[in-house]
């Protein structure tokens, strides 16, 4: 049974934005002090809760949606005005340092959004498989852009620009975002060049708040412990772009987790 602070309050949405064509940005009012980084649980009557990261921090609150399934399809169909159930904020949030690189690919700039709008003039790489699978490029404007297709920015990867770009400049921390093979790469790549890294991971999260040991990744808890973490943590952890756990316990790997959860 759920403690007090873990009922769902209900709140109601006051604007939809659309992003692309299968991404949604959903803003509500909600008063607690969020941290960029941290997420939130969303109840959907007769379909449960999913974790959110949260784009967006401050009159209002947002969280950024990739359509990928029953209870995402539900939330693509509400408009301003419906109501959902909200609990938290939860988890480990970014740790904010100045000097700093952020590093979104897809959807994964979504919880990068505020820290952002946090840090004083970082230099930011967004990316994406192509043009139509870009967002916040415009919240962003200053942004380096890259799609793997070509079709807008820079043609590659956002690790070949953060190669590049570190030729000719020094960061303090490098943050990341999205794909686990990409947030490796960007591990790896700041493990060279001697540069701490903060990633934000993630796993199949059920409670929320580390009781069920669900989201459990080396003795870490993404949900407790995350679903930020320094580098410090990163090398301590064997599964890192390589395994992942379903919902029943079955290790797959990461590229395989990825395809999962866009079903």
Known sequence: MLRMAEIPEMVKIKKVSEENADTKTFFFEKKDDIKPGQFL?????ELGEKP???????????????????????LFSMEPGDMIGVRGPYGKGFGIRNNACVVGGGCGIAPLGPLIENLDNPYVIIGAKGSDGLIFNKRFSSAKITTDDGSSGFHGFTTDVLKNVL???KFDV???????IMMKKVFDICEEN???????????????FGVCGHCDIDGFMICKDGPVFHSEQLRKMQSFGIMAKLKNGKKITVAEYAGWRCK
């Open 52 to 74: 959110f990261s949260v784009s967006y921090i401050g009159k209002e609150t947002g969280i950024t949606v990739f359509r990928k399934g029953k209870f995402t399809e539900k």
């Open 167 to 169: 030729k000719e400049r």
């Open 174 to 180: 490098v943050y990341a975002c999205g794909p686990e």
């Open 41 to 45: 649980m969303v109840w959907i009557p």
């Open 194 to 208: 001697g540069i701490k890294c903060q990633v934000s991971l993630e796993r199949y999260v059920k409670c929320g």
